[in-house]
């Protein structure tokens, strides 16, 4: 059986509240939770396979130039190393997100510092690096273009990514207030906790891979397409991912060398990626320069927003931190331009990092705000509020739902923002208050799973899509088990195995709706197969505990089903909906910060975000989603910083000792409140994502308080306090 | 990491005999497996002087041994540096983690490498790393740098915190070198300027082991150490003040000041300590005293900050242990 939905139509009927299982939306744990904490979940690296050698990748130390050979004999006489390997099929970069091709290949050209070139391959891991760290490659040096901000740099701006409306430059000038400032954000690595590392065996003409990937059902024609074989002999294992953040959504360089490897040596290699591999190999965020012009009324009103943004990227990718996307629909005015602007540089590939636009573009926006706030007299958010528009005003297209005036009451409520001071202290601590919106871009993607309820009452849930830390596991568990009244108990999930059905994938906050959503086709068919046994409508069906009750009698689900397991595959694909509103989540930031007078050092003391985010699968994943969100948006504020050299384009900082995080100390008690919110035309669970919103604005807060606290207005991120100290009182 | 001998010393003749040119002492290994595992450091024998009978904090002549492996968490804690040392207990705590505190030694903190980003790249030049090669922190990334002490051949900071408080407490190494011969060097001369040799950073020989840490009876006066830094944990000093400061009827009658992130080794001058001591506490006296301590400061473009920063944050610190009389 199969249940196909485009969505085409708003669906507003709401289903999932009339079920009875009481399992949805609650704070459940999740299902694989106990795995991960024991240390039993195998994480890519970790599916260790008999005979398995080890690779380590080794880096290019030029910014551009040739590879011509490498002293490979040397090296391949060392204790355990068995293999030197380099050629044409290694990956310059990861793949971008749903690229569902190879990147840029081939290990004789070199375009950054840090490329992966070879591999060496040894009996162990330790060996390999020692192997890999010996390698002498022989370089000719090219012509590299190592600093994206230089003067005279070429500039390309793609006219798909020019956007004009009205007389932005006549607003300006008929402005009662106006804000005319460039704020720069730096680059940014995801880092997550699990490094990319690939295991790779072959079958024959099968290749399997056990890897660390956000989007199986592309990840596999990534793989095939890199090494030249048939999509369907790959076969992509991702049960565990430790954290992608944007950075696995693509293969990486460490999936196709272990690959190649592996069918080289004719056993299992595996490739992990160390941590200076994964922060000078994988995708970082481009830095951007972003100019704003605002132009406001006496009231405060929008009449005209300018937003061009500058960012970077290596030669031959195509993917541009879309930094504009959230100014077109955010607020009001009717002159408006938006621009993209493209350097090419000879540095780590650029790629998606959580939130990739709204993330830096919407922190930028919402100083620029703060700004506007400051000029007008207005309270910052009274002026949002003002300037909320009625329709996509840069689109013209309607909002398929609204909430960031309730979020923004909501968050000022529940913050006391009315009761703040100003001027307050606390010893040598200056204290300040600032705020911020959070919104974005709400999408689906084409998404399979099938569910099969069994003779004896327990569910089967199955499809490709990963669980990269997020609670996939837990939420798809819980819209099986509610539509279909199981408990938790009863239920297994089977996920990141490319065998499975094909999902959209983690990434782009479009996974919880996506897979959710193929879930609930499957079992809303499932409920009308149980109803028509019954003889009854599914409307008026209730399942609960494993009894369906229709008319006050009650069957036993195990009854119902007979025996054979019935078996639905659902699937959803995005259609007029998404195409004709624009969809968006939207929230608010409150915060409290603390500047040392003496030193400019920035200490956060509490924050609060409301979000609305459709409906919400569970509380307690929901709520992580945006706490890390709002601690991504912590070091975005203060002290999160890819240090480029400007000579060479190397990444300097490439570790987690000296690319700062946030540490516990840096992230003080934070809060989030969801506001209630049913959006019918995002998909029939009425859920939006939420994975990418927390960080979406959260970082200008921060510097809006510190302006608050110091009148140091920061325009170039993070506050470190070297950038505060000059605007400080003297001691 | 290149492969290597393990021997495990079972005494420190043992120990010292074992050492020579290119072997290691390891200790906690918090910076030495870092540094072998990236080859930065490479030596071809370790010799783990973990099992030696180094742990013990013993109190001697009014004053304290601190054994070369008591670990930093329990020196930190300790009772006795707690109340007669409190600045030491202090800088520990601002340092690294509570798991590297665990593992991290006396010994091995005092002789940690700097966390210069070039010296850890071995694609890159470093007279550190590799004397005579160049020294690519020179117009780069120069925010973890040193301003005083420096050289043409080497910028790189010194990153210990712990080793700022036992600067300012006059603090003694003693030293067993092969053969068992015991020398004390204290601390002011056991760091050597990076001059033209930056490779060479103390006054140790390959085979001197590191046996104890020794501190002169307590001094009198307020103790404090502030350290600045760009999280609330977990990072290195921007600058960092270790301060002594004894008064007596509204005047400084002694003053000790040594300095963290700012110098190639932890930093201490006397001149500073000399114009504050005998007077009467006064911004003018505090700003004079800042002067002295940067008249030679070179910063370069991306610590220039730290010059104003370590000007008030000294400034601050004085205030602060000179008590009200200073407004
Ligand atoms: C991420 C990170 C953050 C950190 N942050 C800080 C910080 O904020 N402040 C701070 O002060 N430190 C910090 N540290 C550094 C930490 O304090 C040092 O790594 C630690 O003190 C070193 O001690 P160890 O015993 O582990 O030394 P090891 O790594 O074992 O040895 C270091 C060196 O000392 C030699 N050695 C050790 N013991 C002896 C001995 N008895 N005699 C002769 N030679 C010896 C070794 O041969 C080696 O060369 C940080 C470290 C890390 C990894
Ligand atoms: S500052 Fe010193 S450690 Fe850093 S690169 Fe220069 S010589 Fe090497």
Same mark, same amino acid.
């Given at each position: 059986m199969n249940a196909h939905l485009k969505m085409d139509k708003p669906d507003d009927r709401n289903r999932l509240d009339d079920m009875a299982q009481g399992l949805l939306g609650t704070a459940m744990d999740r299902p694989e939770g106990p795995l991960k904490v024991t240390g039993t979940a195998t994480y890519a690296h970790e599916a260790h396979q008999p005979g398995m050698l080890h690779g380590v990748l080794v880096r290019a130390t030029i910014a551009r130039g040739t590879l011509d050979g490498v002293e490979a004999a040397a090296v391949e006489k060392m204790p355990g190393v068995r293999k030197v390997m380099w050629g044409d099929k290694f990956l310059r970069n990861p793949a971008q997100g749903t690229a569902n091709k190879a990147p840029v290949q081939g290990s004789s050209e070199i375009y950054y510092i840090g490329q992966p070139v070879a591999l060496v391959v040894a009996d162990s891991f330790e060996a390999a690096r020692h192997g890999a760290q010996s390698l002498e490659l022989r370089m000719t040096a090219?012509?590299?273009? $190592?600093?994206?901000? /230089?003067?005279?740099?070429?500039?390309?701006?793609?006219?798909?990514?020019?956007s004009s409306m009205g007389d932005l430059k006549a607003a300006m000038q008929d402005a009662a207030f106006t804000v005319d400032q460039r704020y720069t954000t730096p680059g940014h690595n995801s880092a997550p906790m699990e490094p990319h590392s690939a295991i790779a065996w072959w079958d024959g003409d099968q290749l399997t891979l056990h890897a660390s990937n956000q989007m199986l059902k592309y990840n596999v024609n990534e793989v095939a397409d890199s090494l030249g074989i048939d999509p369907e002999n790959v076969h992509l294992l991702a049960p565990y991912v430790g954290g992608g953040f944007g950075s696995k959504l693509g293969i990486s360089p460490d999936a196709v060398a272990a690959a190649l490897a592996a069918k080289e040596l004719g056993v299992p290699v595996s490739v992990m990626l160390t941590r200076q591999q994964v922060f000078e190999n994988v995708m970082r965020r481009s830095e951007t320069a972003q100019d704003f012009q605002l132009a406001a009324d006496k009231d405060g009103v929008l009449r005209g927003i300018g937003h061009t943004a500058r960012v970077s990227q290596l030669p031959d990718e195509s993917f541009a931190e879309p930094v504009t996307q959230a100014t077109p629909f955010l607020y009001k005015g009717e002159n408006r331009e938006t621009h993209m602007e493209i350097v090419r540089v000879n540095q780590t590939c650029a790629g998606s990092v959580r939130a990739p636009g709204e993330a830096v573009g919407l922190t930028a926006l919402e100083i620029a705000m703060d700004e506007l706030a400051v000029a007008t007299g207005i309270d910052p958010v009274e002026l949002r509020k003002?300037?909320?528009?009625?329709?996509?005003?840069?689109?013209?297209?309607?909002?398929?739902?609204?909430?960031?005036?309730?979020?923004?009451?909501?968050?000022?409520?529940?913050?006391?923002?009315?009761?703040?001071?100003?001027g307050a202290t606390d010893g040598e601590w200056l204290i300040g208050y600032g705020m911020s919106s959070a919104a974005r871009v709400n999408m689906i993607g084409e998404s399979h799973a099938r569910v099969t309820l069994n003779p004896d009452g327990t569910l089967l849930i199955e499809t490709d899509m990963t669980d990269i830390g997020t609670g996939t596991y837990a939420i798809l568990t819980q819209i099986a088990g509610e539509m279909l009244g199981v408990p938790q108990d009863r239920i297994e999930t089977r996920l990141g195995d490319s065998k499975l059905p094909k999902s959209a994938g983690s990434g782009g906050s479009w996974g919880a709706s996506s897979a959710g959503s193929s879930v609930y086709m499957a079992c809303e068919k499932l409920r009308?197969?149980?109803?028509?046994?019954?003889?009854?409508?599914?409307?008026?069906?209730?399942?609960?505990?494993?009894?369906?009750?229709? /008319?006050?009698?009650?069957? $036993?689900? +195990?009854?119902?089903?007979?025996?054979?397991?019935?078996?639905?595959?659902?699937?959803?694909?995005?259609?007029?909906?998404?195409?004709?509103?624009? #969809?968006?989540?939207?929230?608010?930031?409150?915060?409290?910060?603390?500047?040392?007078?003496v030193t400019g050092e920035v200490?956060?003391?509490?924050?609060?975000?409301?979000?609305?985010?459709?409906?919400?699968?569970?509380?307690?994943?929901?709520?992580?989603?945006?706490?890390?969100?709002?601690?991504?948006?912590?070091?975005?504020?203060?002290?999160?910083?890819?240090?480029?050299?400007?000579?060479?384009?190397? @990444?300097?900082?490439?570790?987690l000792a000296e690319y700062h995080i946030p540490v516990n100390a840096d992230v003080p008690q934070l809060s989030v409140n969801f506001?209630?919110?049913?959006?019918?035309? /995002?998909?029939?669970? #009425?859920?939006?994502?939420?994975?990418?919103?927390?960080?979406?604005?959260?970082?200008?807060?921060i510097i809006n308080a510190i302006y608050d606290a110091t009148g140091v207005r920061v325009r170039d991120l993070p506050a470190t306090m070297d950038k505060i100290l000059p605007g400080l009182p003297d001691v | 990491m290149k492969p290597f001998d393990y021997i495990r010393a079972d005494s420190t003749t043992h120990a010292t005999r074992a050492a020579?040119?290119?072997?290691?002492?390891?200790?906690?290994? +918090?910076?030495? @497996?870092?540094?072998?595992?990236?080859?930065?450091?490479?030596?071809?024998? @370790?010799?783990?002087?973990?099992?030696?009978?180094?742990?013990?904090?013993?109190?001697?002549?009014?004053?304290?041994?601190?054994?070369?492996?008591?670990?930093?968490?329990?020196?930190?804690?300790?009772?006795?540096?707690?109340?007669?040392?409190?600045?030491?207990?202090?800088?520990?705590? /601002?340092?690294?983690s509570g798991q590297l505190r665990n593992k991290a030694t006396t010994g091995g903190n005092l002789l940690q490498r700097t966390r210069c980003y070039y010296f850890y790249d071995t694609a890159m030049p470093c007279n550190k790393r590799e004397p005579g090669t160049g020294c690519q922190a020179m117009e780069g990334a120069t925010r973890l740098h040193a301003i005083l002490g420096t050289s043409d051949a080497c910028i790189a900071s010194h990153p210990s915190d712990m080793a700022v408080a036992m600067r300012l407490l006059d603090a003694v190494v003693e030293i067993e070198s092969a053969g068992g011969a015991v020398r004390s060097v204290p601390l002011s001369e056991f760091y050597r300027l990076p001059g033209q040799t930056p490779h060479?950073?103390?006054? @140790?020989?390959?085979?001197?082991?590191?046996?104890?840490?020794?501190?002169?009876?307590?001094?009198?006066?307020?103790?404090?150490?502030?350290?600045?830094?760009?999280?609330a944990s977990y990072a290195f000093a921007m600058v960092s003040v270790a301060a002594r400061v004894q008064m007596d009827e509204g005047t400084i009658t002694d003053a000790a000041l040594a300095f963290g992130g700012i110098g190639s080794q932890p930093w201490r001058n006397p001149a500073v300590e000399k114009a504050l001591i005998g007077q009467k506490p006064s911004p003018e006296l505090f700003a004079k005293a800042a002067d002295i301590l940067l008249a030679d400061a070179k910063p370069q473009k991306d610590n220039a900050f730290k010059v104003p920063l370590t000007r008030r944050t000294l400034i601050a610190t004085l205030k602060e242990l000179c008590g009200k009389d200073a407004a």
């Open positions: 090219g012509t590299a273009v $190592p600093d994206a901000k /230089a003067d005279g740099v070429a500039v390309e701006r793609p006219e798909k990514k020019q003002r300037n909320i528009p009625d329709r996509s005003p840069g689109e013209d297209k309607p909002f398929s739902s609204h909430k960031l005036a309730e979020a923004l009451d909501d968050g000022a409520a529940i913050f006391g923002w009315a009761d703040r001071k100003k009308q197969t149980i109803a028509a046994k019954l003889n009854c409508d599914e409307g008026d069906l209730t399942l609960k505990d494993g009894t369906a009750t229709f /008319a006050n009698k009650q069957t $036993p689900l +195990t009854d119902l089903v007979g025996d054979a397991p019935m078996v639905v595959e659902g699937a959803i694909e995005p259609g007029k909906t998404q195409k004709d509103f624009r #969809q968006a989540t939207f929230g608010s930031f409150f915060c409290e910060v603390g500047v040392n007078s200490r956060l003391r509490r924050m609060h975000g409301s979000f609305a985010a459709g409906r919400i699968l569970n509380a307690k994943t929901a709520r992580s989603q945006c706490l890390g969100g709002m601690t991504f948006g912590i070091g975005m504020a203060l002290t999160e910083e890819l240090i480029q050299d400007t000579r060479d384009g190397h @990444l300097v900082n490439h570790d506001i209630a919110e049913r959006d019918p035309y /995002a998909n029939p669970m #009425q859920a939006k994502g939420i994975g990418e919103l927390g960080i979406c604005g959260a970082g200008a807060a | 020579g040119q290119g072997a290691n002492f390891i200790a906690g290994g +918090t910076n030495l @497996l870092d540094l072998m595992k990236l080859e930065v450091m490479a030596p071809h024998k @370790l010799v783990d002087i973990n099992r030696l009978d180094l742990h013990q904090i013993t109190e001697v002549d009014g004053g304290l041994r601190i054994g070369a492996l008591v670990s930093n968490s329990d020196l930190a804690a300790d009772m006795t540096v707690r109340k007669q040392y409190p600045v030491l207990s202090e800088a520990l705590l /601002a340092g690294a060479i950073e103390t006054v @140790l020989e390959p085979s001197d082991l590191i046996i104890a840490v020794t501190l002169p009876a307590p001094a009198k006066g307020a103790q404090t150490y502030r350290k600045v830094r760009d999280r």
